[in-house]
């Protein structure tokens, strides 16, 4: 298997731009998730699913993000209009509990957005 | 939710063990222990997971006293590749917090 793939794996854009991460988790798993990364706040859980249907995100902060997951083996996540603020590593990780050990994740590469 | 407290950095010197002792006080009766590993421009990955006593398998060992509110990851004879952010998380929600950055030198 490929792992969890993120594209793309960098991202420069400018204030205001819209800017879309996408992920394509493992095959067969029915759990993903978009985490934030940077130095000031470590790592944050975004948003995570479960059989394509959103369970919490209580982590995504503010309307300017959202996360969709139209099929299996599909994710994206949104930032409208994106700001400096937003400079960070994301990353998408899987899962099967069923499969593999409790709480175990498959993370991605992550993407490197700029916001310049 | 289980909050957990760990070291924030850690030194350490090729060929030596390294041990990361977390705090999780209020630990629920069904939370898992389970610790990941981050490089440096990568994604976290699993280490070991366990719920009580001592787990080991060939990266680490996992040691979990009777009462479950705390753990230590140890790490057997560490190399320079083993440098890398280390982080204890509980529970069924995956907070990673800031973790433990060790750093192996030679």
């Known amino acids: 298997d490929a792992g969890v793939i993120q594209s793309p794996r960098h991202e420069v854009t400018e204030m205001g731009q819209e800017v879309t991460l996408r992920c394509k988790p493992i095959?067969?798993?029915?759990?993903l998730f978009w985490y934030r990364q940077t130095m000031m706040r470590g790592l944050e859980l975004l948003i995570y699913?479960?059989?394509?249907?959103?369970?919490?995100d209580s982590g995504m902060p503010e309307d300017r993000f959202s996360a969709k997951m139209p099929n299996a083996s599909f994710s994206t996540l949104k930032i409208q209009p994106s700001e400096p603020r937003d400079s960070a590593v994301y990353f998408c990780a899987s899962t099967d509990p069923g499969q593999s050990s409790y709480n175990e994740q498959f993370f991605g590469p992550g993407t490197r957005l700029t916001v310049l | 939710l289980a909050k957990t407290t760990q070291p924030i950095s850690m030194d350490s010197y090729e060929g030596q063990e390294v041990n990361i002792t977390c705090s999780h006080n209020?630990?629920?009766?069904?939370?898992?222990i389970t610790w990941y590993q981050q490089f440096p421009s990568q994604g976290p990955r699993f280490i070991i997971q366990?719920?009580?006593t001592k787990v080991t398998n060939e990266v680490a060992s996992l040691f979990i006293p009777a009462d479950r509110k705390s753990s230590t990851l140890s790490l057997p004879r560490v190399s320079l590749s083993d440098t890398a952010v280390y982080y204890c998380?509980?529970?069924?929600?995956?907070?990673f917090g800031a973790g433990t950055t060790v750093t192996v030198r030679a």
């Open positions: 699913f479960n059989n394509n249907v959103p369970i919490d």
């Open positions: 209020n630990i629920a009766t069904n939370d898992y």
């Open positions: 998380l509980v529970g069924n929600k995956l907070s």
């Open positions: 095959s067969g798993h029915n759990s």
């Open positions: 366990g719920y009580k």
